[in-house]
């Protein structure tokens, strides 16, 4: 527990298991500050491709994550198949994650617009940037039901997608996210875990508000 009178929220998990609307819903219901960490890694890499630059190059993404201006972070295309694989070999590299570890500590430690508390949502909310956050949540799901959710994601946002190249995408980036050498995707020791294989949003949400209750 931290000692501030103000409450910290992580939800940390696999890509597409639901945690984004999960961390969504429990911000609006505290009334709780919310930051989707995963767009800070988008923006970094669909700046490298904007730019024709190397993902893989760390001084690339460098550079961009030292450009990265929070306010660009509504653009659609960040949600697009290409911005979600640069994102995952961008968060590969220490000096990407370095650069952005400030700009995520500040907004879980000082809420933006006097909110009493916030929700952060990543691979390494409850392990690196907030190790001492009130509740952390680890949300796992089986991959055939990721990459449907993913693949009905993209659809709805009007972007192109092929159901085989997504859960291929996912295996990828399940892969980089567990065995990078920075901060790898573990749940934390001390993380409630869920699976939503089997829960709508409505039973996700249910069940975390059951562990993550003030
Ligand atoms: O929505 P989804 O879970 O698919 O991805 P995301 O949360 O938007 O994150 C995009 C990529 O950024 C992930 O594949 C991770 O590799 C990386 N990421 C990270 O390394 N650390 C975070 N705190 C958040 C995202």
Request: charged share 25%.
């Amino acid at each position: 527990m931290n000692t501030k009178n103000y409450r910290l929220i992580a939800v940390d998990g696999l890509a597409a298991s639901g945690k984004g609307t999960l961390a969504r819903r429990i911000a609006e219901y505290y009334h709780f500050a919310y930051l989707d960490t995963g767009l800070l890694y988008r923006a970094v890499g669909y700046e490298v491709l904007s730019v024709n630059g190397d993902i893989s190059n760390p001084k690339h993404g460098l550079i961009a994550a030292e450009k990265l201006n929070p306010k660009n972070l509504n653009n659609p295309e960040l949600r697009s198949e290409a911005a979600s694989e640069a994102a995952s070999v961008v968060a590969t590299s220490p000096e990407v994650r370095m650069a952005l570890l400030n700009f995520q500590k500040s907004f879980a430690y000082n809420p933006p617009d006097g909110k009493m508390g916030a929700v952060l949502d990543g691979r390494d909310i409850g392990t690196v940037i907030c190790p001492d956050a009130d509740r952390k949540l680890f949300v796992r799901a089986d991959i055939s039901i990721r990459a449907s959710r993913r693949y009905k994601e993209l659809r709805s946002l009007g972007l192109n997608a092929i159901y085989a190249r997504v859960l291929q995408d996912l295996r990828d980036r399940d892969c980089r996210d567990v065995s990078r050498n920075m901060a790898p995707l573990v749940p934390a020791k001390d993380a409630f875990v869920l699976d939503t294989t089997f829960l709508d949003p409505e039973g996700a949400f249910r069940a975390a508000l059951g562990y993550a209750l003030f």
